[in-house]
């Protein structure tokens, strides 16, 4: 008796969650962009999201008067940004490579096929673990308060994540 119970549970409880977590399934389909590949837009998103986290920093984040760490913060924003913005598409081109030919086919595809948008909601989890962490170590010496670097870090990256994701929805669109 205890079991039927338990079984009946369960089952009540994977019916409601299949009826709350629907996913849409197109077969013998393929997604292609209407307007054009989000990687026509990386470097805009780049420029855009550069320019406010390093005036952000720069302006808000208490390192001080010496220009030479500002040039250093600069130098460093962009690494970071660049490793957060391209490392979705390098993970995404090995994912790829069982479908290419060689690398810069699979990269291509990285780019091409599935609806991939840049920014994605595990992209601000992604930049925050690639990029706060090496802009702030390598700053907070400089800084005269590292709790307001890390937050207007992290805040910056939340705002320019945010505004990328709109750009990209509003200027890209596909259909299966």
């Not at 008067?65 to 993970?91: G, T």
């Not at 890390?150 to 945010?162: P, Y």
């Amino acid at each position: 008796m205890l079991m039927n119970r338990f079984n009946l549970k369960v089952v009540l409880c994977l019916c409601v969650f299949t009826l709350i977590f629907q996913v849409s399934v197109y077969a013998n389909s393929s997604w292609h962009w209407l307007t054009s590949s989000p990687r026509e837009l990386l470097p805009l998103a780049i420029g855009i999201t550069l320019f406010i986290e390093i005036v952000a920093i720069l302006f808000f984040s208490s390192l001080g008067k010496d220009l030479s760490i500002k040039a250093k913060a600069a130098v460093l924003i962009i690494l970071a940004n660049i490793m957060s913005f391209i490392f979705p598409y390098v993970w995404r081109m090995f994912e790829m490579q069982p479908f290419a030919t060689d690398l810069a086919d699979a990269w291509y595809l990285a780019f091409e096929s599935g609806p991939y948008y840049i920014v994605l909601l595990g992209y601000l989890f992604l930049t925050i673990i690639i990029e706060a962490p090496i802009v702030y170590f390598l700053l907070k010496k400089h800084a005269v308060n590292a709790k307001r670097l890390l937050i207007v870090i992290i805040v910056t990256n939340v705002i320019t994540t945010i505004i990328v994701a709109i750009l990209e929805r509003t200027l890209l669109q596909g259909t299966w």
